[in-house]
Structure formats: structure tokens, C-alpha cells
């Protein structure tokens, strides 16, 4: 509805003012399944997108180049896009959602099918389009991908909204549950002393659930008496992954 695809049957979308169509707000969208042509050079139908959203083909030439180079794909410029892999076509095809400097950004599961070096480079590009005042609405279920970029979330649950709100808010309104901890040596006895539950464990490092921080702050204290070497300690909200959980488990 947002994009036009479908009509709405009720309810206004607005943007600055304004109602968000073709004519009025200039947006990019990245739709999760890829939509460029595997027999195309990639530099033509790049060129092709930006004509299209009415970028001259002078700068849309500067545009595609800077991009490529951004994103680590102008050496693939001159292939069809069937030659290139996942990765680099998803890295094509956010191409297609920026090249005409777009004030509202909609991606939709941005980091499918990028190893991690590729998922670096994307990850500091919407950073940057952030720092230069684009406005980016991201659908994804990387909870750890939506912590790590959004302000503001909203979560659905068979199409009704189940929480929406400030992250950083939402999260404080929850009470500390885990306990990150890492020691030299192992700190299990210490831990079952005060009957804590350890979630995960592996190499001296521990999940630990806790009911409240005065049991984090009594087991800090425990490992401080007995002169354990403490590498992290960490005492930690719900992650969003756990809210997410919590709220659309059921």
C-alpha cells in the first residue's frame, strides 16, 4: 500500500504532509525477492532504473559508479546479472532502490543471502544514508539487524500491531534477566552457589537468567571475594529477540 501496489481500503498514508504516491514522495524500495534481469548487463539496467525515476542518463552514469564502487560491484558492471552471485545481485538491487537520491527508503530484508563481509559493507552504507538525513523503514526478522539500526519499532502479529514504541524505551521497561559473563577460569560453582540457572556455556563464558540486578550484583560480588579473574561482566536487558518471542510466541 505504501508503494502503490495495492490499494488501500481505508486510512491515509502521509509523508511530510503529504500523500505518499509516485507524484509526491520520491522513495526507493528493495523488495525482498530480486527483481533485475539475469540476462541484462548490470551497468545498462542500472542506467534503465534511474531513467526511469527521471535521473538524466549523465547522472545517473556519476550515480551508478559511485554506488558500484561503494558496494564493491563496479567490476561486474559490464556482466549479466545471472553471472553474479546472491550477494552481489542483492548489493545490485540496492542499487536500484538509492541511485535517485530517494528521501524515503524501504528495505525489505536487506541482508538476505550476504556473507558477513558483505553484510559489513551494506551495513555501513545505510549508516551513512542515515547520517545524511534519510528516512529508512526496514522490515526484516534479523532481530539483531532491527537493534542494531532502529529507533523505533513496530511488530506484527497476523496483521495487528503487538507492540510499537521507542526501542530504547520499550526496553527499559523490562527488567534485567541475563547476565553476560566471561572468566579465566571456570566460574560454574560460584554461579550454582547462588542457584542460578546458566543457559549457555562454553570456554569460561556464560549466559546466566536472572530474576533482578541484585542477584547480578550478589554474584559480581561473590567472584570479586574469591579473586576471580573477571573478563566481562555484563548485566542485560531483554534483547528484542526475547521480546519478540514474548510477544508473538503464543
Not at 534519510?134 to 506484527?156: A, P, R, W
Request: charged share 35%; proline share 3%; glycine share 6%.
Amino acid at each position: 500500500m505504501l508503494l502503490g501496489i495495492i490499494k488501500k481500503d481505508e486510512g491515509e498514508i502521509s509523508w511530510n504532509g503529504k500523500a505518499v504516491d509516485r507524484k509526491n514522495v520520491n522513495f526507493g524500495y528493495l523488495p525482498e525477492e530480486r527483481g533485475i534481469y539475469p540476462k541484462t548487463k548490470i551497468y545498462d539496467q542500472l542506467i534503465y532504473f534511474a531513467k526511469l525515476k527521471g535521473v538524466s542518463k549523465e547522472e545517473a552514469d556519476k550515480e551508478v559508479r559511485k554506488w558500484a564502487e561503494k558496494l564493491k560491484v563496479n567490476e561486474y558492471l559490464e556482466l549479466p546479472a545471472e553471472k553474479l552471485s546472491k550477494g552481489n545481485q542483492q548489493k545490485v538491487q540496492f542499487i536500484t532502490a538509492i541511485l535517485h537520491d530517494p528521501e524515503l527508503i524501504v528495505l525489505d530484508e536487506p541482508f538476505s543471502g550476504l556473507d558477513p563481509v558483505n553484510t559489513e559493507i551494506l551495513k555501513n552504507v545505510i549508516l551513512e544514508l542515515v547520517k545524511n538525513g534519510k528516512y529508512i523503514i526496514m522490515s526484516s526478522h534479523q532481530m539483531s539487524s532491527i537493534e542494531e539500526f532502529c529507533t523505533d519499532v513496530l511488530i506484527l502479529n497476523k496483521g495487528k500491531t503487538v507492540l510499537k514504541g521507542n526501542l530504547k524505551e520499550i526496553k527499559e521497561g523490562y527488567p534485567a534477566n541475563r547476565i553476560s559473563l566471561s572468566t579465566k577460569e571456570s566460574s560454574e560453582k560460584y554461579i550454582k552457589e547462588l542457584g542460578l540457572e546458566i543457559e549457555n556455556s562454553k570456554n569460561n563464558e556464560y549466559e546466566i537468567k536472572i530474576n533482578d540486578e541484585e542477584e547480578g550484583h550478589k554474584l559480581f560480588n561473590l567472584l570479586a571475594e574469591n579473586k576471580e579473574k573477571v573478563l566481562k561482566f555484563e548485566i542485560k536487558k531483554p534483547s528484542l529477540n526475547d521480546i519478540f518471542i514474548e510477544k508473538v510466541g503464543e
